[in-house]
């Protein structure tokens, strides 16, 4: 369950410039691992967290990328950066490509989204939290098995290892008790269907 807090989500973010080491025991008595990200959640859209984030230099080791909400918002037709924001994850810019500290909200290249559903375990869990890397919408190799974020014929991203076969794509789910897997796209399904590359995950430590 999400904590909750007096305190502003720009006051959160101003904490954790100003603290990097301490915000996570702050707010949960944890202390943060090098490979755990920070999560600033929004009840709604703030415009003021935006425009604080679209001037931030950036100069620190960290990096927030925003949290969609709605991940459908990657599909066809659709504008990601129009997508409902659920927070910001603030992660080792070492993790990330470059490009991470140089994006904008209005162009967005690296975004993140909550993993549904358990078809991609044990590799990515349920609700872990994935980033994925918008540039990266074509599959040329044919054993490329990387992890892609796909929109699906009847609507919706999923998160699946991708093979490509001639003009086929081929989805291949890691859990093998995973229903509808390996699951064969074609046509103007295949061409459509890859919207980013899986770079970077974290799951959650209960």
Request: hydrophobic fraction near 40%; include cysteine; glycine fraction near 6%.
């Amino acid at each position: 369950m999400r904590g909750k807090s007096s305190l502003t989500g720009k006051t959160w973010l101003q904490l954790a410039r100003t603290f990097p080491e301490q915000t996570l025991y702050l707010l949960t008595g944890r202390r943060q691992e090098p490979s755990e990200p920070r999560i600033i959640y929004f009840e709604a859209e703030d415009p003021e967290i935006r425009e604080e984030f679209e001037r931030t230099e950036r100069k620190d080791a960290f990096v927030p990328i925003r949290i969609l909400s709605d991940p459908a918002a990657m599909g066809p037709g659709r504008n990601v950066a129009s997508g409902a924001t659920d927070g910001y994850a603030v992660i080792y810019d070492v993790a990330l490509p470059r490009i991470a500290k140089r994006q904008t909200r209005r162009d967005e290249k690296i975004v993140c989204l909550w993993a549904m559903g358990d078809s991609m375990e044990p590799t990515i869990q349920k609700r872990a939290l994935v980033a994925v890397d918008l540039r990266a919408n074509t599959i040329e190799s044919v054993e490329n098995r990387k992890i892609y974020a796909m929109w699906l014929p009847e609507g919706g991203i999923t998160l699946k290892r991708v093979i490509r076969s001639d003009s086929h794509l081929i989805l291949i789910a890691d859990n093998p008790e995973a229903e509808g897997y390996p699951r064969v796209l074609t046509g103007e399904d295949a061409e459509r269907a890859v919207r980013g590359k899986v770079i970077w995950w974290w799951s959650r430590q209960e």
